[in-house]
T-cell receptor, first 113, second 113 residues
Framework: DQQVKQNSPSLSVQEGRISILNCDYTNSMFDYFLWYKKYPAEGPTFLISISSIKDKNEDGRFTVFLNKSAKHLSLHIVPSQPGDSAVYFCAASPLSGNTPLVFGKGTRLSVIA | DTGVSQNPRHKITKRGQNVTFRCDPISEHNRLYWYRQTLGQGPEFLTYFQNEAQLEKSRLLSDRFSAERPKGSFSTLEIQRTEQGDSAMYLC???????????FGQGTRLTVV
């Protein structure tokens, strides 16, 4: 049972344009949501997070939006750069970090120069 | 380097052999997690520790898998009688108790031949 779903396995975007990665979740107990970025043969690297009390969090070129009623979040990258090419994982945590993260299957982003 | 360290980075073993992986977390982190990642999937939670106490182990994939964190610092993950289906990336992460963000090591790539 996939509690965190990333329905797009891959996404291609031109350099300089916006990348939008989507994530849906089913467990209404999730309080915190995180995005991780993973290069081949490396471990995931934390990118940005959002608490369920917010609907938007921004960090430089990265913005995460949360729609609790729709159980949906998205990661926007503007402008996209070739170095952003990686697999992006959405993760969720129930009970404010007191239990392990639950991950989606990931979306492979390719930014084309 | 004060990040999470995993050793070895790669391990090739014959089916039926035992393997052990080591994880050194960030020094001030009291939580340590083990995840497994297979191709096309997100990290799948296996087990975690708070200090030396193993708080969850029901997600270990079979009784061939075991983990320890004897002094609350480094941890080991052992797989006995390896099978080809055990081939995967094994990821370790650490965090502060109650912290949301987990920091991952670079992983150990296991290949069972």
């Amino acid at each position: 049972d996939q509690q965190v779903k990333q329905n797009s396995p891959s996404l291609s975007v031109q350099e300089g344009r916006i990348s939008i990665l989507n994530c849906d979740y089913t467990n209404s107990m999730f309080d915190y949501f995180l995005w991780y970025k993973k290069y081949p043969a490396e471990g995931p690297t934390f990118l940005i997070s959002i608490s369920s009390i917010k609907d938007k969090n921004e960090d430089g070129r990265f913005t995460v939006f949360l729609n609790k009623s729709a159980k949906h979040l998205s990661l926007h990258i503007v402008p996209s750069q070739p170095g952003d090419s990686a697999v992006y994982f959405c993760a969720a945590s129930p009970l404010s970090g007191n239990t392990p993260l639950v991950f989606g299957k990931g979306t492979r982003l390719s930014v084309i120069a | 380097d004060t990040g999470v360290s995993q050793n070895p980075r790669h391990k090739i073993t014959k089916r039926g052999q035992n393997v052990t992986f080591r994880c050194d977390p960030i020094s001030e982190h009291n939580r340590l997690y083990w995840y497994r990642q297979t191709l096309g999937q997100g990290p799948e939670f296996l087990t975690y520790f708070q200090n030396e106490a193993q708080l969850e182990k029901s997600r270990l994939l079979s009784d061939r898998f075991s983990a320890e964190r004897p002094k609350g610092s480094f941890s080991t993950l052992e797989i006995q009688r390896t099978e080809q289906g055990d081939s995967a990336m094994y990821l370790c992460a650490s965090s502060l108790a109650g912290g949301v963000e987990a920091f991952f090591g670079q992983g150990t790539r296991l290949t069972v031949v």
